[in-house]
């Protein structure tokens, strides 16, 4: 930037030179500024046409680099159909003083990346790529401004069922959901109903048929659930740039009555408990009720006994 000011005041004093002396045409005073960029470095030159009067008027030409942003040499640039990889920057003509480096994934940082060391160098080891390894890379260099660059890491999508196995209850709405993990993510999204050993395509918008997907989501609504008609298995399809991958969602209908089902088992267990009891009691033998009778008067001539001697002991103690 220093460079661009001073060249600028070198052309206006020329100018002002020019002025004094003899009118300079202006069709030989021209300036032209420009930008170059490549491999994530732009260069802005400016080139300068002076005239400068004497015996014969001669133009000079000289083009002069002003600004150079830096350059981080990013290897590999694009990772794909690798099981491992080292990622790695080098940066050059930084702006100011590096305090240090770090590596982000999706926009989030990875914590275990980060450095405080002034090095130009950084890298990153992916010991195992997977579905949920890929994505978007940045190395990114503490420096005044910051400056980064992105590798991408691509792999096959994973769709995988939000759940197994789905439960609904009739004439109600059935919600089955398929997740997916990768980079790049799916940009079409299909659900099937199995039949046999067979596919049946589910269009959306049809029928009672529902379908809303993103791209690292799909959901299979269905309206009026039947118990004949919708249990079974459902597959939804994922598909990428790199390939497609499903999963299967079962569906279960269960009818209306079934919550009212454990209450009338408990009612039915309490009637039962109680007639049983009533059955014993009215079948039980006389002997049996006598008996217990007896035990019960039993205790009352004891007590009329033992009255008796106390009052002779009394006695016997006033003589």
């Known amino acids: 930037m220093k460079v661009l000011w001073g060249l600028s005041a070198l052309l206006l004093c020329l100018n002002r030179a020019n002025a004094q002396t003899e009118p300079v045409p202006d069709y030989l005073q021209e300036s032209f500024v420009g930008v170059v960029e490549q491999n994530n470095r732009r260069t802005l030159y400016v080139h300068i046409y002076l005239d400068i009067p004497s015996n014969d008027w001669i ?28 990622l790695s920057c080098k940066l050059t003509d930084p702006p100011s003083t590096v305090k240090g480096h770090y590596w982000m994934r999706n926009g989030k940082v990875i914590e275990s990346s980060k450095h405080n060391l002034p090095t130009l160098y950084t890298e990153h080891t992916l010991a195992k790529i997977d579905s949920h390894s890929g994505g978007l890379y940045e190395c990114v260099f503490l420096s005044e401004p910051e400056v980064k660059t992105t590798i991408e890491v691509k792999t096959a999508p994973l769709v995988s069922a939000y759940k197994r196995s789905e439960h609904g209850n009739e004439k109600d709405k059935g919600v089955l959901v398929c997740v997916s993990y990768g980079y790049p993510l799916p940009t079409d999204w299909k659900w099937y109903k199995l039949e046999g050993e067979d596919k049946t395509a589910i269009t959306n918008g049809t029928d009672r048929y529902e379908i809303k997907s993103t791209p690292n989501r799909t959901t299979l609504t ?29 569906l279960r209908v269960r009818s209306r009555l079934a919550a009212l089902w454990p209450f009338l088992g408990i009612v039915a267990e309490v009637i039962i408990l109680v007639s049983i009891i009533f059955i014993y009691e009215k079948t039980r033998k006389p002997d049996e009720i006598n008996d217990d009778d007896d035990s019960g008067s039993a205790p009352l001539k004891s007590n009329a006994n033992t009255d008796h001697k106390n009052k002779d002991v009394r006695q016997r103690n006033s003589n």
Request: contains cysteine; negative net charge; glycine residues 6%.
């Open 222 to 250: 269905i309206d009026n659930l039947d118990i004949a008609m919708d249990i079974g298995d459902y597959i939804c399809d994922g598909t990428s740039e790199f390939g497609s991958t499903s999963n299967k969602v079962h």
């Open 59 to 86: 133009r000079l030409f000289q083009p002069h680099l002003l600004l150079t942003d830096p350059l981080i040499e990013a290897e590999p640039m694009e990772v794909y159909n690798q099981t491992s990889a080292v």
